[in-house]
């Protein structure tokens, strides 16, 4: 029955929901002097979540419609630093700023877009790191987004209170935000599989001349592809910004662009789910070996060999990532 397959489809949402709901609340619930799960861990757990969307978003070109962006972050930067000015020097109040930021976003993405309907393989690869990297060191340059020093002392979110009075720790009402924003995103990204815009999507990934032949407007559903993705973006870039409390032109950077799309490769290309797996792991790992270092004592940090053994391995192994499809990169 549909309600069944429903169910079925959305059991991964439940589950998560369940697991991240209780984890973040817990605390509360029980009114204990220690932590069951302490700061540091929900922490992690919310910047997985923001990871999440930020994959997600980067799953509607490197996924759908099968270009490789290494200017992700700039469309993540540009939402930080957009509701950062916009409640610092103009006093908006978080949520009108937070929409703005992918508003933002959305409208850079459009001409950005445009070289992805001209080029594409390594060209685009090239074009799309040159945008971020203009990006990141206009931010470096510009007074009115702070230099290299950045822009500290963001506003607090808050919904009738501030979000730092909800939970035992101030980070649910984050959680909570982020959970409702990435399981919206994936329902969202699931509908625009199953609509014509999915198909477009994927003829133009498929093959691009023959989805022209056949009256696709690759140039429409490309742009479409990347103001998408630069909206959700800047909502990520935006939630992290006022989380941390402080954004910097480092949120802009190609790193953060690389690690964006490893997870979606890791994960697995036009897999929901392997987005959010993507994010979990490259987010969790580093975190994890960090402690391994310091317990033991490790002169380097051990996540800088791993993370490009993991590469290696998933290139040769499984390139369409751990949950991607069997045909994603069979060219």
């Known amino acids: 029955m549909a309600w069944r397959q429903w169910l079925q489809g959305w059991r991964g949402a439940f589950l998560l929901s369940a697991f991240v709901l209780g984890v973040s609340f817990i605390d509360s619930v029980l009114n204990r002097p220690e932590y069951l799960f302490p700061p540091y861990f929900k922490h992690v757990l919310l910047i997985s979540l923001i990871y999440s969307i930020a994959a997600l978003s980067l799953n509607f070109v490197s996924g759908y419609i099968g270009q490789t962006s290494l200017g992700h972050a700039a469309f993540f930067g540009l939402g930080a630093f957009t509701s950062a000015l916009l409640t610092q020097e103009l006093h908006w109040p978080f949520w009108p700023a937070f929409l703005a930021a992918g508003v933002v976003s959305a409208v850079v993405g459009l001409p950005l877009g445009a070289p992805a309907v001209r080029v594409r393989g390594p060209f685009l690869v090239v074009v799309t790191y040159g945008c971020g990297e203009v990006f990141k060191y206009i931010a470096l340059n510009l007074e009115v987004t702070g230099g290299p020093a950045g822009l500290p002392g963001l506003v607090t979110p808050s919904l009738f209170v501030s979000f730092n009075d909800i939970g035992a720790t101030g980070k649910e009402a984050f959680i909570v935000l982020a ?8 329902f969202f990204s699931r509908r625009i599989e199953n609509s014509r815009v999915g198909q477009a999507f994927a003829a133009i990934r498929e093959d691009e001349i023959a989805a022209s032949a056949m009256g696709v407007n690759v140039t429409y559903y490309k742009l479409l592809a990347f103001v998408l993705s630069a909206f959700f973006a800047g909502l990520a870039g935006s939630l992290l910004a006022h989380y941390l409390s402080f954004v910097s032109p480092d949120m802009l950077s190609s790193a953060e662009s690389i690690m964006m799309l490893t997870m979606v490769v890791v994960g697995g290309a036009r897999s929901i789910h392997g987005c959010f797996l993507g994010a979990f792991l490259l987010t969790i790992l580093p975190e994890a070996l960090r402690m391994i270092k310091d317990t ?30 069997d045909t994603v990169f069979r060219r």
């Open 179 to 186: 959970l409702v924003l990435a399981l919206f995103l994936a």
């Open 296 to 325: 033991i004592g490790l002169p380097f940090d051990p996540w800088l060999v791993l993370f490009g053994l993991i590469l290696i391995l998933m290139m040769r192994v499984r390139p369409q990532g751990i949950l991607g499809a």
